[in-house]
């Protein structure tokens, strides 16, 4: 099957610092990956669509100057949260897509901001 | 796009009874559709997905039936197992989205020993 892994699964910070995540996908390449941000109780909603080589596509509504993505080759995109505040605070989950249609998703990753 | 559920439905059901969990999709123009089982603390895990262009595929232990007509698509868990305990989301995609997904709200499932 394919495998996503995210990095790390859960990080703590102080507020007004940055946090890397990182996304992999472990046996196959993609293009494209995607980040979500799942609040309690709530599904996914998409934050930006990651294409290699290319810059992000944010949705509507996401800043793209706080959540910087860098897709540097086919198996790794990263989300820098930049300066953190509580309201941050989430889980945040990318996938991977393979061939055309399938999503994978990687583990996730718990970002409490203090 | 996205999906924001404010709520999320609950279904509690027997162990070794049949599950069925059903979701309404939003979008006319989406021509694959995929159901996903969250568990807590966990990302999404790939169950089993349908082209637009059928009506039901079957897996192991799960069959998931779409009709376009009345945008409505279910899963169907048989012999549900504690394990399945999880919550379930559909997504919806389209070949012009760049596969983005849409998510439902989601369907926390119990199972009662």
């Known amino acids: 099957g394919a495998v996503v892994s995210q990095h790390p699964s859960r990080v703590i910070c102080k507020s007004g610092t940055s946090v890397k995540i990182e996304c992999r996908s472990l046996d196959f390449q993609a293009t494209t990956m995607f980040w979500y941000r799942q609040f309690p109780k709530q599904s996914l909603m998409l934050m930006a669509t990651?294409?290699?080589?290319?810059?992000?596509?944010?949705e509507q509504g996401v800043e793209k100057d706080k959540f910087l993505i860098n897709h540097a080759s086919l198996t790794l995109s990263t989300l820098t949260v930049t300066s953190a505040h509580p309201e941050d605070s989430s889980f945040y989950i990318c996938s991977a897509l393979r061939g055309l249609n399938t999503q994978y998703f990687g583990p996730g990753t718990r970002l409490t901001v203090l | 796009g996205e999906s924001v559920g404010l709520h999320l439905p609950t279904l509690s059901v027997q162990e070794g009874d049949n599950s069925i969990i059903n979701c309404a999709y939003s979008n006319s123009a989406s021509d694959y559709f995929i159901w996903y089982k969250q568990e807590s603390g966990k990302g999404p895990q790939f169950i089993i997905d349908?082209?637009?262009?059928?009506d039901k595929r079957q897996g192991q232990r799960v069959t998931v039936l779409l009709n376009k007509t009345v945008k409505h698509l279910s899963l169907q868990i048989a012999a549900t197992q504690p394990g399945d305990s999880a919550v379930y989301f559909c997504a919806e995609t389209f070949s012009g989205s760049a596969r983005q997904l849409t998510f439902g709200s989601g369907t926390q499932l119990t199972v009662l020993p």
């Open positions: 349908i082209r637009s262009n059928m």
């Open positions: 990651s294409n290699e080589g290319s810059k992000a596509t944010y």
